[in-house]
C-alpha cells in the first residue's frame, strides 16, 4: 500500500500563490506518475497537472501557464506550485500516484486539502 499525505492548503487572495506538497510513504517501489487533482461539490474529480517517473508533465487548459509540478529527486514526493490564483481555483486538491505492476494498474489517493481562493 501506498499512503499520500498532502499539505500546503489554505485560504488565499486572487492574485496569490500556494505550493502543496504530497508525500509518499509505505511500498513506494516503482512508482509512476504523479500528479494533482481537483473537485468542487457536485462536481467531478478533474485533472490539475501530472509529472512521470521522467519528468514528462501534463497540465489542465485551465492551469498552463499559472500552476508548476515537480517531484524531488527521489521520486516520492510531489509539489504544486499555484501562482496567479484565481476564485475558480477554489477546490479540494487531491495528490494522486499511479503504480504499473505485472500488467496492472493501481491508483493511490490522498484525503485533499482544501484550497480558498478569496475575489
Known amino acids: 500500500q501506498v499512503q499520500l499525505v498532502e499539505s500546503g492548503g489554505g485560504l488565499v487572495q486572487a492574485g496569490g500563490s500556494l505550493r502543496l506538497s504530497c508525500a509518499a510513504s509505505?511500498?513506494?517501489?516503482?512508482?509512476?506518475?504523479m500528479g494533482w487533482y481537483r473537485q468542487t461539490p457536485g462536481n467531478q474529480r478533474e485533472l490539475v497537472a501530472t509529472?512521470?517517473?521522467?519528468?514528462?508533465?501534463n497540465y489542465a487548459d485551465s492551469v498552463k501557464g499559472r500552476f508548476t509540478i515537480s517531484r524531488d529527486n527521489a521520486g516520492n514526493t510531489v509539489y504544486l506550485q499555484m501562482n496567479s490564483l484565481k476564485p475558480e481555483d477554489t477546490a479540494v486538491y487531491y495528490c494522486n500516484a499511479v503504480r504499473y505492476l505485472f500488467g496492472a494498474k493501481y491508483d493511490y489517493w490522498g484525503q485533499g486539502t482544501q484550497v480558498t481562493v478569496s475575489s
Open positions: 509505505g511500498s513506494i517501489f516503482r512508482l509512476n506518475a
Open positions: 509529472t512521470s517517473s521522467v519528468g514528462i508533465t
